[in-house]
Every structure is written in structure tokens, then in C-alpha cells.
């Protein structure tokens, strides 16, 4: 049975079920589906996989039966039908924090677990800092002191407890260190907890401008006139220098400090109509 409340896109949802389906019921199709929804077309179904069509307040209440959703369950596809149409952050977490009242408890830790751990900027900073340092409970006011801007010690405590709860460090010959593994709740969701973390790295780096010569950061500013294509050529250009940034990092050896790169590139007006 597919569980609902591992999805927060219902496009997504609805393309996994429909191969769950396919694989139990051999005579599973777009086409059976639509007359148990009783809607005449065979390609809405692939439409709404598809993003070129979207469920309506009717149709929803139509799926949730067909789905074979509980009352439980069809208020949270209801809402994650909400959430993937929703167009600003402000509307997608109000959704959001609806969504996670009902999730599982277990779903519900981990899910609440994931959003403490983008909140703070000095959380992913910590877990960093343990390739550094040698910490454990003994010395964590050190670790505190490490980061520039400082932290206080109890926030310092309390970032190694989430780490530890997260499975994201361990104690290795006594100090904490860095597990290999990374932090996932979804494609739809991961950007609403990011979205607050950038914010506080984009602050720090206005505040790097003031605290650090020019020998140890480099900030700059171009402002240029593009075309459409011109402008996803550039995109393609940076995610292929942080890739090569990523790969001088994992190279590295002896770790001395923490940095933060920064990359903004955005549009400074709107896009004008061809002709």
C-alpha cells in the first residue's frame, strides 16, 4: 500500500502509485483509473504526472476516493494538492505546518528534526567544524569560540544533540565526527527549510565585507545584460564551478578553518516580450 505521508508533491505521489499499480494489478491503467474517477480522458491522468494540468477542488475529492485514502489521509492529499500549487514560501509553509500535524509521529520527528536543522546557520557550520577540531562533551565551549560570529556554548550543545539525533555525527575514539550522509525530505520540501538557511549565509557574507581583507574573501558584483539563453548558460556555468569547488574540497587534506561560498546570480528586472 503507498504511504501518503511520505510525499509532499502529489505529482509525484500520483506517478508512484500509478507504478505501484501497474505492478500489482496487471490490468492497471490510465485508462481504468479515469472511469473510476469518471472523467473521460486517459491522458489527464499523465497530464497532472506532467505539470500540464492541475487538480481542481471537484477532482480532488474525486481522487482521494479512488485513491482509496482514509478520511486522514485525504485531508493530507488535499493539502499537499495545496502546497504544490502554492506560489509564495509564505503560503507553502502555513500548508506546510498544516501537512505536518498530520504526519505519523515518527514522520513527524524527523520531518521537525529536518527544519530545526536548516533554521540555524551555525548547525551546518558545527557538523563542519568536526573535521577540524577534536570536540566532545568535555570541551564544547572550544567549539563555540571556533566560529566567527561566536556562538554561545549552550547553542553549541544544542547543535551536537540535533547532529546526534539526526545520525548525522557520531562518537569516533571518543570526539565527534562527521557521518557521510546527507539531509533529504524531498525535491518540493528540502527548499522550504533551505530558503531561511541561505538568507543568514547571504547576511554573514554582507558582514564578511567589514570583518575580512581582501586576502581572505572575495566578494564582487557585475551587473550584464542577457538573453534567455544566455542567462541558463550561466546557470549551467555556475553549477559546473561549484562542482569543481566540491571536488577541490573532498581533495583537500589538513583543514584548518571553515568557509562559506556564496554564489547570486538573479534577475534585475523582468524579461522583455520578444516580438
Avoid at 499499480?21 to 492497471?28: A, I, T
Avoid at 556562538?151 to 557521518?179: H, M, N, T
Avoid at 546557470?235 to 562542482?243: C, P, S, V
Wanted: charged residues 25%; aromatic residues 12%; positive net charge.
Amino acid at each position: 500500500m503507498m504511504n501518503v505521508y511520505a510525499y509532499y508533491n502529489y505529482r509525484k505521489y500520483l506517478q508512484d502509485y500509478y507504478e505501484y499499480q501497474k505492478s500489482v494489478q496487471r490490468y492497471f491503467s490510465y485508462r481504468s483509473f479515469a472511469k473510476k474517477v469518471g472523467y473521460s480522458s486517459s491522458g489527464f491522468y499523465l497530464d497532472l504526472i506532467k505539470g500540464r494540468k492541475s487538480l481542481t477542488p471537484t477532482m480532488v475529492t474525486k481522487f482521494i476516493a479512488a485513491l482509496g485514502l482514509n478520511e486522514r489521509e485525504g485531508r493530507y492529499f488535499q493539502l499537499m494538492v495545496d502546497f504544490t500549487h502554492a506560489e509564495t514560501p509564505a503560503s507553502k509553509q502555513q500548508i506546510f505546518d498544516q501537512m505536518s500535524a498530520l504526519l505519523p509521529r515518527a514522520t513527524k520527528t524527523l520531518t521537525r528534526n529536518q527544519q530545526e536543522y536548516y533554521s540555524k546557520w551555525y548547525y551546518v557550520a558545527v557538523r563542519e567544524s568536526l573535521a577540524v577540531l577534536d570536540i566532545n562533551e568535555k570541551n564544547i565551549p572550544e567549539l563555540a569560540l571556533f566560529l566567527n560570529p561566536r556562538i554561545s556554548v549552550p547553542q553549541a550543545k544544542q547543535a551536537i544533540r540535533l547532529l546526534l539525533d539526526l545520525g548525522l555525527i557520531e562518537l569516533v575514539d571518543g570526539f565527534y565526527r562527521s557521518v557521510n550522509k546527507t539531509i533529504s525530505s524531498g525535491r518540493e520540501i528540502a527548499p522550504l527549510f533551505v530558503h531561511q538557511f541561505q538568507k543568514q549565509m547571504i547576511d554573514l557574507g554582507k558582514e564578511a565585507i567589514d570583518h575580512y581583507s581582501v586576502e581572505r574573501r572575495n566578494v564582487s558584483c557585475t551587473t550584464m545584460s542577457v538573453s534567455a539563453k544566455g542567462l541558463e548558460r550561466i546557470i549551467n556555468k555556475i553549477d559546473l564551478f561549484r562542482k569543481e569547488i566540491l571536488d577541490i574540497v573532498r581533495s583537500d587534506e589538513g583543514e584548518s578553518m571553515i568557509c562559506e561560498l556564496n554564489v547570486q546570480f538573479f534577475p534585475l528586472s523582468k524579461e522583455k516580450e520578444a516580438k
